[in-house]
Protein backbone atom coordinates (compact mmCIF):
# COMPACT_ATOMS: atom_id res chain seq x y z
CA UNK A 1 0.00 0.00 0.00
CA UNK A 2 1.23 3.20 -0.73
CA UNK A 3 2.21 5.12 2.57
CA UNK A 4 -0.58 7.66 3.34
CA UNK A 5 1.26 11.15 4.15
CA UNK A 6 -0.29 12.86 7.17
CA UNK A 7 -3.04 10.71 8.27
CA UNK A 8 -3.72 10.99 11.75
CA UNK A 9 -4.17 7.33 12.95
CA UNK A 10 -6.59 5.74 15.47
CA UNK A 11 -7.57 2.38 15.85
CA UNK A 12 -10.83 2.05 17.26
CA UNK A 13 -14.18 0.15 16.26
CA UNK A 14 -15.93 1.98 13.05
CA UNK A 15 -18.80 0.61 11.79
CA UNK A 16 -19.37 0.84 8.11
CA UNK A 17 -22.51 2.83 8.29
CA UNK A 18 -22.31 4.03 4.48
CA UNK A 19 -23.09 0.12 4.07
CA UNK A 20 -25.94 0.40 6.80
CA UNK A 21 -28.30 -0.43 4.19
CA UNK A 22 -31.49 -1.84 6.00
CA UNK A 23 -34.06 0.24 7.99
CA UNK A 24 -35.38 -0.40 11.94
CA UNK A 25 -39.13 -0.30 11.76
CA UNK A 26 -39.65 0.50 14.82
CA UNK A 27 -37.18 3.75 14.32
CA UNK A 28 -39.34 4.81 11.03
CA UNK A 29 -41.97 6.80 12.71
CA UNK A 30 -39.20 9.30 14.39
CA UNK A 31 -37.67 10.20 10.75
CA UNK A 32 -38.70 13.05 8.48
CA UNK A 33 -37.68 14.34 5.24
CA UNK A 34 -34.57 16.08 4.59
CA UNK A 35 -37.14 19.25 3.51
CA UNK A 36 -39.24 18.58 6.64
CA UNK A 37 -36.65 18.52 9.15
CA UNK A 38 -35.15 22.11 9.78
CA UNK A 39 -37.11 21.98 13.11
CA UNK A 40 -34.87 19.77 14.78
CA UNK A 41 -33.63 20.27 17.58
CA UNK A 42 -30.38 20.73 19.31
CA UNK A 43 -30.05 17.79 21.15
CA UNK A 44 -26.32 17.63 22.24
CA UNK A 45 -26.07 21.25 23.20
CA UNK A 46 -24.14 21.86 26.55
CA UNK A 47 -26.66 22.55 29.28
CA UNK A 48 -25.40 25.58 30.57
CA UNK A 49 -24.12 27.47 26.88
CA UNK A 50 -26.34 26.83 23.40
CA UNK A 51 -23.99 30.04 21.69
CA UNK A 52 -20.93 29.13 20.70
CA UNK A 53 -17.99 31.69 21.94
CA UNK A 54 -17.92 34.88 20.99
CA UNK A 55 -14.39 33.96 19.82
CA UNK A 56 -12.84 31.40 18.32
CA UNK A 57 -9.44 31.50 19.74
CA UNK A 58 -7.70 28.65 21.09
CA UNK A 59 -6.45 30.18 24.16
CA UNK A 60 -10.20 31.16 25.38
CA UNK A 61 -11.90 28.14 24.26
CA UNK A 62 -9.67 26.15 26.11
CA UNK A 63 -10.87 28.45 29.01
CA UNK A 64 -14.27 27.65 28.09
CA UNK A 65 -13.95 24.14 27.82
CA UNK A 66 -11.22 23.36 30.44
CA UNK A 67 -8.65 20.54 29.33
CA UNK A 68 -11.76 18.89 26.70
CA UNK A 69 -9.87 20.74 23.55
CA UNK A 70 -6.63 18.93 24.65
CA UNK A 71 -8.21 15.80 25.30
CA UNK A 72 -10.25 15.68 21.86
CA UNK A 73 -6.77 16.98 20.10
CA UNK A 74 -4.85 14.16 21.85
CA UNK A 75 -7.91 11.34 20.58
CA UNK A 76 -7.70 12.94 17.09
CA UNK A 77 -3.70 12.97 17.07
CA UNK A 78 -3.13 9.43 18.30
CA UNK A 79 -1.10 8.25 15.20
CA UNK A 80 0.47 5.09 13.57
CA UNK A 81 -0.12 3.76 10.48
CA UNK A 82 -3.28 1.88 9.26
CA UNK A 83 -3.40 -1.61 10.82
CA UNK A 84 -0.78 -4.09 9.59
CA UNK A 85 -2.32 -7.35 11.15
CA UNK A 86 -5.52 -8.23 10.53
CA UNK A 87 -7.71 -9.52 13.85
CA UNK A 88 -8.39 -13.03 13.33
CA UNK A 89 -5.18 -15.79 15.06
CA UNK A 90 -6.56 -19.21 15.25
CA UNK A 91 -5.90 -21.29 12.25
CA UNK A 92 -8.03 -23.47 11.12
CA UNK A 93 -8.60 -27.11 12.01
CA UNK A 94 -8.13 -27.88 8.49
CA UNK A 95 -8.77 -26.90 4.80
CA UNK A 96 -12.53 -26.71 4.35
CA UNK A 97 -14.84 -28.63 1.80
CA UNK A 98 -15.99 -26.28 -0.94
CA UNK A 99 -19.27 -24.24 -0.17
CA UNK A 100 -21.38 -21.16 -1.71
CA UNK A 101 -22.20 -18.11 -0.06
CA UNK A 102 -24.45 -15.44 -0.85
CA UNK A 103 -23.81 -11.83 -0.40
CA UNK A 104 -26.91 -9.89 -0.55
CA UNK A 105 -25.93 -6.67 -1.69
CA UNK A 106 -27.75 -3.39 -1.45
CA UNK A 107 -28.26 -0.34 -3.76
CA UNK A 108 -25.99 1.52 -2.13
CA UNK A 109 -22.61 2.08 -3.45
CA UNK A 110 -20.68 1.61 -0.37
CA UNK A 111 -22.11 -2.05 -0.56
CA UNK A 112 -20.65 -2.50 -4.09
CA UNK A 113 -17.27 -1.79 -2.43
CA UNK A 114 -17.55 -4.42 -0.01
CA UNK A 115 -17.97 -7.02 -2.92
CA UNK A 116 -14.50 -7.57 -4.13
CA UNK A 117 -13.94 -8.69 -0.79
CA UNK A 118 -16.33 -11.46 -0.63
CA UNK A 119 -15.04 -11.81 -4.66
CA UNK A 120 -11.35 -12.32 -3.01
CA UNK A 121 -12.11 -14.55 0.08
CA UNK A 122 -14.29 -17.02 -1.77
CA UNK A 123 -11.62 -17.66 -4.55
CA UNK A 124 -8.83 -17.98 -1.87
CA UNK A 125 -11.00 -21.18 -0.20
CA UNK A 126 -12.10 -22.32 -3.41
CA UNK A 127 -15.58 -21.58 -2.94
CA UNK A 128 -18.45 -20.19 -4.93
CA UNK A 129 -20.17 -16.78 -4.33
CA UNK A 130 -23.97 -15.84 -5.51
CA UNK A 131 -24.32 -12.15 -5.74
CA UNK A 132 -27.86 -11.51 -5.18
CA UNK A 133 -29.32 -7.83 -4.97
CA UNK A 134 -31.47 -6.86 -1.82
CA UNK A 135 -33.23 -4.21 -0.98
CA UNK A 136 -32.55 -1.78 1.33
CA UNK A 137 -34.67 -3.04 5.07
CA UNK A 138 -36.29 -5.64 2.92
CA UNK A 139 -34.04 -8.07 2.29
CA UNK A 140 -36.40 -11.04 2.95
CA UNK A 141 -36.76 -11.92 -0.61
CA UNK A 142 -32.86 -11.67 -1.34
CA UNK A 143 -33.02 -14.42 1.41
CA UNK A 144 -35.34 -16.58 0.22
CA UNK A 145 -33.49 -16.32 -3.18
CA UNK A 146 -30.16 -17.71 -2.07
CA UNK A 147 -31.98 -20.36 0.07
CA UNK A 148 -33.61 -21.43 -3.54
CA UNK A 149 -30.30 -21.52 -5.39
CA UNK A 150 -28.90 -24.07 -2.35
CA UNK A 151 -26.35 -21.38 -0.42
CA UNK A 152 -24.82 -23.01 2.48
CA UNK A 153 -24.05 -19.13 4.00
CA UNK A 154 -25.49 -15.87 3.33
CA UNK A 155 -24.44 -12.25 4.01
CA UNK A 156 -25.29 -9.19 4.53
CA UNK A 157 -24.92 -5.62 5.58
CA UNK A 158 -26.47 -3.11 8.09
CA UNK A 159 -30.20 -4.87 8.04
CA UNK A 160 -31.71 -5.31 11.69
CA UNK A 161 -32.70 -9.24 11.86
CA UNK A 162 -36.50 -7.99 12.61
CA UNK A 163 -36.60 -6.81 8.95
CA UNK A 164 -36.29 -10.57 7.55
CA UNK A 165 -36.94 -12.61 10.88
CA UNK A 166 -39.28 -15.40 8.87
CA UNK A 167 -36.62 -15.66 5.90
CA UNK A 168 -33.69 -15.97 8.38
CA UNK A 169 -35.27 -18.44 10.40
CA UNK A 170 -36.29 -20.47 7.55
CA UNK A 171 -32.27 -20.23 6.98
CA UNK A 172 -31.79 -21.26 10.20
CA UNK A 173 -34.08 -24.70 9.86
CA UNK A 174 -31.94 -25.50 6.72
CA UNK A 175 -28.64 -24.94 8.46
CA UNK A 176 -28.11 -21.82 6.61
CA UNK A 177 -26.17 -19.47 8.92
CA UNK A 178 -26.29 -15.39 8.47
CA UNK A 179 -23.20 -13.35 8.85
CA UNK A 180 -23.24 -9.89 8.75
CA UNK A 181 -21.91 -6.27 9.82
CA UNK A 182 -22.82 -2.96 10.38
CA UNK A 183 -25.73 -3.33 12.23
CA UNK A 184 -26.68 -3.76 15.74
CA UNK A 185 -27.62 -7.39 16.66
CA UNK A 186 -25.45 -9.31 18.83
CA UNK A 187 -24.38 -12.50 17.37
CA UNK A 188 -26.03 -15.40 19.24
CA UNK A 189 -26.41 -18.81 16.80
CA UNK A 190 -28.42 -21.14 18.28
CA UNK A 191 -30.53 -18.16 18.68
CA UNK A 192 -30.87 -15.70 15.87
CA UNK A 193 -29.11 -18.12 13.56
CA UNK A 194 -26.04 -14.95 13.96
CA UNK A 195 -22.65 -15.74 13.36
CA UNK A 196 -20.97 -12.71 13.16
CA UNK A 197 -21.68 -9.10 13.34
CA UNK A 198 -18.61 -6.59 12.34
CA UNK A 199 -18.14 -2.61 12.81
CA UNK A 200 -21.05 -2.78 14.98
CA UNK A 201 -22.80 -0.18 17.29
CA UNK A 202 -19.94 -0.11 19.72
CA UNK A 203 -17.39 0.33 16.64
CA UNK A 204 -19.90 3.01 14.95
CA UNK A 205 -20.15 4.99 18.09
CA UNK A 206 -16.79 5.32 18.21
CA UNK A 207 -16.27 6.73 14.44
CA UNK A 208 -18.53 9.68 15.77
CA UNK A 209 -16.57 10.56 18.95
CA UNK A 210 -13.63 10.31 17.10
CA UNK A 211 -14.55 12.78 14.00
CA UNK A 212 -16.43 14.88 16.20
CA UNK A 213 -12.96 15.45 18.75
CA UNK A 214 -11.66 16.19 14.99
CA UNK A 215 -13.68 18.72 14.97
CA UNK A 216 -13.96 19.79 18.26
CA UNK A 217 -9.70 19.85 18.26
CA UNK A 218 -10.07 21.62 14.68
CA UNK A 219 -12.16 24.54 15.59
CA UNK A 220 -10.23 25.44 19.04
CA UNK A 221 -13.56 24.29 21.28
CA UNK A 222 -15.77 27.09 18.95
CA UNK A 223 -17.73 24.66 17.11
CA UNK A 224 -20.92 24.45 16.14
CA UNK A 225 -21.64 21.65 14.04
CA UNK A 226 -24.95 20.32 11.98
CA UNK A 227 -24.96 16.69 11.78
CA UNK A 228 -27.07 14.94 9.21
CA UNK A 229 -27.95 11.51 9.28
CA UNK A 230 -30.98 8.85 8.97
CA UNK A 231 -31.76 7.16 12.08
CA UNK A 232 -33.75 4.66 10.42
CA UNK A 233 -30.58 2.81 10.78
CA UNK A 234 -29.63 2.06 14.31
CA UNK A 235 -25.90 1.97 13.56
CA UNK A 236 -26.19 5.40 12.85
CA UNK A 237 -28.24 6.32 15.83
CA UNK A 238 -25.04 4.77 17.52
CA UNK A 239 -23.12 7.13 15.38
CA UNK A 240 -24.67 10.37 16.71
CA UNK A 241 -24.57 9.32 20.35
CA UNK A 242 -20.86 8.96 19.77
CA UNK A 243 -20.37 12.47 18.39
CA UNK A 244 -22.72 13.50 21.28
CA UNK A 245 -20.38 12.16 23.84
CA UNK A 246 -17.53 13.52 22.35
CA UNK A 247 -19.00 17.14 22.57
CA UNK A 248 -20.58 16.52 26.08
CA UNK A 249 -17.10 15.27 27.10
CA UNK A 250 -14.67 17.58 25.67
CA UNK A 251 -16.85 21.21 23.99
CA UNK A 252 -19.50 22.15 26.92
CA UNK A 253 -19.09 25.69 24.57
CA UNK A 254 -19.71 23.95 21.41
CA UNK A 255 -23.77 23.25 19.85
CA UNK A 256 -24.93 20.55 18.14
CA UNK A 257 -28.20 20.49 15.62
CA UNK A 258 -29.54 17.63 14.05
CA UNK A 259 -30.77 17.37 10.24
CA UNK A 260 -32.87 13.99 9.86
CA UNK A 261 -33.34 12.70 6.42
CA UNK A 262 -34.14 9.77 4.66
CA UNK A 263 -33.28 6.86 2.56
CA UNK A 264 -35.70 8.07 0.01
CA UNK A 265 -34.86 11.70 0.73
CA UNK A 266 -31.16 10.81 0.05
CA UNK A 267 -32.07 9.16 -3.57
CA UNK A 268 -34.20 12.00 -4.30
CA UNK A 269 -31.24 14.34 -4.14
CA UNK A 270 -33.33 16.13 -1.41
CA UNK A 271 -30.34 16.62 1.32
CA UNK A 272 -28.32 19.41 -0.92
CA UNK A 273 -31.06 21.90 -0.21
CA UNK A 274 -31.65 20.76 3.23
CA UNK A 275 -28.63 21.08 4.13
CA UNK A 276 -28.04 24.81 2.24
CA UNK A 277 -31.99 25.56 3.89
CA UNK A 278 -30.70 24.92 7.26
CA UNK A 279 -27.26 26.97 6.97
CA UNK A 280 -29.29 29.66 5.65
CA UNK A 281 -31.53 29.93 8.97
CA UNK A 282 -28.54 29.19 10.83
CA UNK A 283 -25.48 30.89 10.13
CA UNK A 284 -23.45 30.38 13.17
CA UNK A 285 -23.34 26.68 11.83
CA UNK A 286 -19.45 26.44 11.03
CA UNK A 287 -19.01 22.47 10.58
CA UNK A 288 -21.72 19.99 8.90
CA UNK A 289 -20.83 16.56 9.72
CA UNK A 290 -22.16 13.52 7.85
CA UNK A 291 -23.18 9.97 9.68
CA UNK A 292 -21.68 8.14 6.16
CA UNK A 293 -20.58 8.61 3.10
CA UNK A 294 -22.90 8.63 0.59
CA UNK A 295 -24.69 11.60 2.34
CA UNK A 296 -23.41 14.62 1.28
CA UNK A 297 -23.29 14.06 -2.60
CA UNK A 298 -24.14 17.30 -4.08
CA UNK A 299 -23.91 19.19 -0.98
CA UNK A 300 -20.63 21.18 -1.63
CA UNK A 301 -21.91 22.23 -4.90
CA UNK A 302 -25.18 23.32 -3.71
CA UNK A 303 -23.32 25.03 -0.68
CA UNK A 304 -20.85 26.68 -3.34
CA UNK A 305 -23.41 28.22 -5.73
CA UNK A 306 -25.37 29.46 -2.86
CA UNK A 307 -22.38 30.99 -1.10
CA UNK A 308 -22.26 28.65 2.04
CA UNK A 309 -19.37 26.60 1.32
CA UNK A 310 -16.76 29.52 2.93
CA UNK A 311 -19.22 28.71 5.83
CA UNK A 312 -18.71 25.44 6.99
CA UNK A 313 -16.03 22.54 7.14
CA UNK A 314 -17.61 19.00 5.80
CA UNK A 315 -16.35 16.16 7.82
CA UNK A 316 -17.75 12.17 8.20
CA UNK A 317 -17.46 8.78 9.23
CA UNK A 318 -16.66 6.50 6.58
CA UNK A 319 -15.68 8.00 3.62
CA UNK A 320 -16.81 7.33 0.03
CA UNK A 321 -14.64 7.00 -2.99
CA UNK A 322 -17.13 8.65 -5.14
CA UNK A 323 -17.77 11.67 -2.85
CA UNK A 324 -15.36 12.73 0.22
CA UNK A 325 -11.95 11.94 -0.64
CA UNK A 326 -12.30 13.62 -3.93
CA UNK A 327 -13.66 16.70 -2.45
CA UNK A 328 -11.08 16.36 0.17
CA UNK A 329 -8.64 16.73 -2.76
CA UNK A 330 -10.12 19.50 -4.37
CA UNK A 331 -10.31 21.23 -0.59
CA UNK A 332 -14.41 21.60 -0.24
CA UNK A 333 -14.35 18.61 2.56
CA UNK A 334 -12.12 18.75 5.77
CA UNK A 335 -11.88 15.47 6.98
CA UNK A 336 -13.54 11.64 7.16
CA UNK A 337 -12.58 8.74 9.16
CA UNK A 338 -11.90 5.42 6.53
CA UNK A 339 -13.50 2.28 6.61
CA UNK A 340 -12.00 -1.09 5.50
CA UNK A 341 -15.24 -2.30 4.05
CA UNK A 342 -13.45 -5.36 1.67
CA UNK A 343 -11.61 -6.53 4.82
CA UNK A 344 -15.09 -6.99 6.50
CA UNK A 345 -15.65 -9.96 3.92
CA UNK A 346 -12.78 -11.44 4.57
CA UNK A 347 -14.05 -10.91 8.19
CA UNK A 348 -17.39 -12.86 7.37
CA UNK A 349 -15.78 -15.59 5.09
CA UNK A 350 -13.05 -16.30 7.90
CA UNK A 351 -16.28 -17.30 10.27
CA UNK A 352 -18.52 -18.91 7.71
CA UNK A 353 -14.91 -21.40 7.23
CA UNK A 354 -14.76 -21.97 10.81
CA UNK A 355 -18.21 -23.20 11.38
CA UNK A 356 -18.22 -25.52 8.42
CA UNK A 357 -15.80 -27.20 10.13
CA UNK A 358 -17.38 -26.95 13.01
CA UNK A 359 -14.79 -24.74 15.30
CA UNK A 360 -15.80 -22.39 17.67
CA UNK A 361 -14.70 -18.26 16.94
CA UNK A 362 -14.05 -17.44 20.54
CA UNK A 363 -12.48 -13.73 18.62
CA UNK A 364 -15.50 -12.96 16.89
CA UNK A 365 -16.28 -9.71 19.43
CA UNK A 366 -12.84 -8.91 19.34
CA UNK A 367 -12.57 -8.77 15.58
CA UNK A 368 -15.90 -7.14 15.08
CA UNK A 369 -13.18 -4.12 16.16
CA UNK A 370 -12.43 -2.30 12.52
CA UNK A 371 -9.43 -0.08 12.07
CA UNK A 372 -9.81 3.33 11.14
CA UNK A 373 -8.16 6.53 10.53
CA UNK A 374 -8.63 10.26 9.97
CA UNK A 375 -7.96 11.37 6.25
CA UNK A 376 -7.62 14.91 6.05
CA UNK A 377 -5.31 16.29 3.61
CA UNK A 378 -4.95 15.70 -0.18
CA UNK A 379 -2.38 13.52 -0.54
CA UNK A 380 -3.57 11.35 1.96
CA UNK A 381 -6.70 11.31 0.17
CA UNK A 382 -5.35 10.98 -3.66
CA UNK A 383 -3.24 7.49 -2.06
CA UNK A 384 -6.07 6.11 -0.83
CA UNK A 385 -8.00 6.71 -4.29
CA UNK A 386 -5.19 5.35 -5.85
CA UNK A 387 -5.68 2.31 -4.14
CA UNK A 388 -8.98 1.79 -6.30
CA UNK A 389 -12.91 1.89 -6.10
CA UNK A 390 -13.39 0.43 -2.34
CA UNK A 391 -10.54 3.02 -0.76
CA UNK A 392 -8.37 1.47 2.01
CA UNK A 393 -9.21 -2.12 1.86
CA UNK A 394 -7.84 -3.12 5.24
CA UNK A 395 -4.30 -4.34 6.06
CA UNK A 396 -2.10 -4.38 3.14
CA UNK A 397 -0.75 -8.00 3.38
CA UNK A 398 -4.62 -9.31 4.19
CA UNK A 399 -5.35 -11.79 1.92
CA UNK A 400 -1.64 -13.34 2.46
CA UNK A 401 -3.17 -13.73 6.27
CA UNK A 402 -6.16 -14.89 5.96
CA UNK A 403 -4.58 -17.58 3.38
CA UNK A 404 -1.91 -18.66 5.77
CA UNK A 405 -4.57 -19.39 8.24
CA UNK A 406 -6.75 -21.03 6.15
CA UNK A 407 -4.30 -23.43 4.88
CA UNK A 408 -4.49 -22.27 1.23
Not at 3 to 9: C, E, T
Not at 171 to 197: K, M, R
Request: glycine share 8%; aromatic share 6%; charged share 20%.
Amino acid sequence: MKKLSRVAVLLVPLALVAASCGSDDNSSDSTEAATEATDATASTEAPESTEAPESTEATESTEAGGDGVAAAQAAADAASEPAEDIGPTIPLDGVPEPKTVAWLECEQPSCAAITPGFEDATAALGWDLIVIPAASGAQGPAIQQALDQGADFIAHTGSPLATAEEQIAAAQAAGVGYYSCYSTDVPDPENNNLFIQCGDSPGVFAGGELISNWVIADSGGAANTLLVNIPDFPVLVSEAEGAAAAYEANCPDCTVETLDTTIDSLIAGEVPAAVASRLQANPDINYVHFTFGDLPAGVADTLEEAGLLDQVKIVGVDFSTQVGLPEIIAGRHAAWTANPKPYAAWLMVDAMARESLGMDNPEERDNSTLPTFIVSDADAAQAILDLGDAGWPGPETMADQFKALWGV
